[in-house]
């Protein structure tokens, strides 16, 4: 049913150098029908399927774009995508938040190379809508068990030495509509509140440094202007190590949506601890258990106790392609991708099955792989038209190994909406299109 790549690229090279031998006038034709012939062991769309359609614009002639000038820079001072790519953009689910200020928006993940999220792709989530803040009129307060309680502006912090990190940023939630069953016929709101960005800012162990932290400080709380000054307790010992306080998102200043003009960062945990439109961060010595503490990002165990700060976002991952969003459409050669991610450091391995986890190849890892970041995997399979379960494994530099639904469920019951990471299954049909399935 799936094996090794076919002769497709081969098959290509050869039409191209017959074609090159036949006059002009004729050449057209003979692509037609020599790609025509090659059918499924082609990589791409075949040209006879597109010649109706804009035939003009097709080789062997020159396009029409390419006789006139285009715009020009003035046109457009802010760089926008291609008119052409309009359908590639955040989305909704009206019915799973109870209105837009406290509204969910997904990252199209299928729709994406690379790692890095554009960041006007960024999943958002918000708890009171996103405030308007002229960044003049910012402050940000360093107070509580400290020797020096300081208030920075913009300026201040820009002072500090910087520093960059690429680190994914994920919603505790993420998949959380699928836990009990499989919902969603599409990566975008399976998978979707994740995205991995470059962050810029000031280590927040340097601004600690500055205002000096007393020997009984354990915790900090960080608390966001927004409407619900969402709050978060995070423990002493992960603000000394990597958390940011950011103001730079990909190069640029943070999205209002984002956070802006500052917010805190702590890589590999829950995304809601990375509290946006930051206000100030308070130094103490116990956690302060808060409202998104306790009644809100908290789950229930099997036994009916609730797991207390769960932090880290364990291993995980995905199949990008094929998903439903991007069907197959035709027999032949393709390569499989997608993402896996750990907040617990480096993706080691990813795995795929094509049989519902029976069987196992192992995939490779593409590009950048980097602790806490999303890292890109592919396999290279030729598909006969036969249907398949088509899975991924992830495993992290700890030795953590992304869990089937039955293992997650016996150890953490199944009344949870967080921290779902089990092993996703699509179900290819014979027709080539995909649809969301759940094995246990």
């Known amino acids: 049913m799936f094996s090794k790549p076919g002769s497709g690229p081969a098959v290509l090279r050869k039409v191209s150098q017959e074609a090159s031998k036949v006059d002009p006038a004729k050449r057209r034709d003979f692509l037609k029908k020599g790609l025509a012939v090659a059918g499924g062991a082609v990589v791409g769309v075949p040209f006879a399927s597109t010649l109706s359609a804009a035939e003009n614009n097709l080789p062997p002639n020159l396009p029409e774009w390419s006789r006139s000038l285009g715009a020009g820079v003035i046109t457009n001072p802010y ?68 020797e020096n309680p300081l208030i920075f502006t913009i300026d201040d912090l820009r002072r500090f030495p910087s520093t960059t990190a690429i680190n994914f940023l994920e919603c ?104 946006k439109w930051l206000r100030r961060l308070e130094v103490g010595d116990k956690p302060w258990y808060h409202r998104e503490e306790t009644s809100k990002y908290t789950d229930l165990l099997a036994d009916g106790r609730a ?20 069907p197959l459409k035709q027999k032949g050669r393709y390569e499989l991708e997608g993402l896996a991610w750990s907040g617990s450091g480096k993706i080691k391995r990813v795995d795929v099955s094509f049989d519902g986890g029976v069987n196992w190849r192992q995939a490779r890892l593409k590009g950048l792989v980097l602790p806490k970041a999303l890292t890109r995997f592919s396999l290279d399979f030729t598909w006969d038209g036969s249907p398949a379960l088509i899975q991924s494994r992830s495993v992290d530099e700890t030795g953590y190994v992304q869990p089937t639904f039955a293992q997650l469920r016996a150890a953490r019951g199944e009344s949870s909406i967080y921290h779902k990471n089990a092993i996703h299954t699509w179900r290819l049909h014979a027709d080539g299109t995909v649809t969301n399935v759940q094995i246990s």
Request: charged content about 20%; aromatic content about 8%.
């Open 79 to 146: 760089g926008m995508p291609s008119a052409f790519e309009g359908e590639i953009k955040r989305r909704t689910v009206p019915w799973l938040t109870a209105d837009r200020i406290a509204a969910i928006s997904f990252t199209p993940l299928a729709e994406l190379d690379g790692i890095i999220t554009p960041s006007g792709l960024v999943f958002e989530r918000y708890h009171a809508g996103v405030p308007t803040i002229n960044p003049d009129e910012y402050r940000l307060m360093l107070h509580g068990l400290v």
């Open 307 to 326: 797991r207390k700060f769960s932090y880290v976002q364990e291993s995980n991952s995905v199949v990008t392609f094929p998903c439903p969003e991007k």
């Open 172 to 275: 505790p939630a993420n998949g959380g509509m699928e836990w009990r069953a499989a919902q969603m016929d599409a990566l975008q709101f399976t998978h979707g509140m994740i995205s991995c960005c470059e962050w810029t800012g000031v280590l927040l162990s340097t601004l600690l440094e500055e205002v000096g932290v007393k020997p009984e400080a354990k915790w900090i709380l960080a608390e966001g202007s927004d409407g619900s000054h969402m709050s978060r307790s995070i423990p002493l010992e992960k603000a000394l190590d990597d958390t940011l306080i950011v103001y730079a998102q990909n190069g640029e200043p943070l999205r209002p949506e984002q956070g802006y003009p500052v917010r805190i960062f702590n890589p590999g945990w829950e995304g809601n601890t990375s509290v």
